[in-house]
């Protein structure tokens, strides 16, 4: 177990830059990840019509497509935007919200793996399983139940889907089907607050936007936000996911890379 030295430096990085980060996400997480990319250092745009997303992707240093309130319309525009992103040369960042729940989420989000290049697929271990066709339970569009190697999963998605891929959990694991990290830090309140794990997306987006190699911006965006984790619930956890919701906001921007450093807890396997 390393701590987080190595990871620290890229979040000064995204400070510094503050990235516009491109996010068609869905409409129960909006207000959220805008306010966690601002505290965090970057800058979110939230552009859903497809008249625009094509420029907008190609401004922006990152763009982030979430399924977790498709619909036909937003599909088009990520498609689009996606296809824009890849000829500019800008990573994306896909979070498959929901796969497996439904048909139509598994297909569309096949699709775009398909037709978009993806820099990194964030979701939890039964999002990633149905992504490449694997059995795993799945209620709703939260946190599968399942069992399993998340590891071995994480470097068979990889392999198949052609990305790096970040298992977020317990521990998130993070691997472009070679080379794996486990990251140890976060805490049990972040399933307890609707978006977390939406906006963990978008904090890798604006990390990618800095860092090109993609397994290093997974890992460090990971690591800084399970530090910011622990630090929000030392101090509101007792009071409760309302509390805990606020003081994480206020965590992702006061979280140093300094804290990264001394407390980040990552693992190369």
């Known amino acids: 177990m390393s701590h987080g030295y190595e990871w620290a430096e890229l979040l000064e990085r995204v400070r510094k830059a ?12 909006t207000n959220f990840t805008a306010n966690g990319l601002l505290a965090l250092g970057a800058s979110p745009v939230m552009a859903y019509a497809k008249e625009e997303v094509a420029e907008m992707a190609k401004l922006a240093g990152a763009l982030v497509l979430n399924i977790g309130t498709l619909n036909a319309a937003e599909v088009e525009a990520m ?16 979070d498959p919200v929901g796969v497996g729940a439904t048909n139509y989420r598994t297909e569309t989000a096949r699709c775009i793996a398909e037709q978009i290049k993806l820099a990194v697929v964030r979701g939890n271990a039964a999002e990633i399983a149905n992504m490449i066709g694997e059995p795993w339970m799945i209620k709703g569009v939260d946190a ?6 998340v590891v071995a999963l994480a470097k068979r998605a990889a392999a198949e889907l052609g990305t790096v891929v970040a298992i977020t959990g317990k521990e998130d694991v993070v691997t472009d089907g070679q080379t794996v990290y486990v990251v140890g830090n976060g805490h049990p309140l972040l399933t307890k ?11 890798i987006g604006a990390f990618a936007a800095v860092e090109r ?15 910011a984790a622990e630090r929000a619930a030392a101090e509101a956890g007792e009071r409760g ?18 804290d990264v450093k001394r407390t980040g807890r990552v693992e190369q396997r």
């Open 18 to 29: 503050n990235p516009l980060v491109h996010n068609i996400t869905n409409v129960v997480v």
């Open 79 to 94: 498609l689009m935007a996606g296809r824009a992103a890849n000829e500019a040369g800008v990573p994306v960042i896909f």
């Open 144 to 149: 599968g139940q399942g069992s399993g190697d």
């Open 193 to 203: 607050v609707t978006g977390t794990g939406c906006l963990a997306t978008s904090v």
């Open 213 to 227: 190699d993609a397994v290093k911006a997974a890992v460090a965006a990971l690591t800084y936000y399970g530090v």
């Open 241 to 258: 996911p309302g509390s805990f919701q606020a003081a994480f906001l206020d965590a992702l921007a006061h979280t140093t890379a300094d």
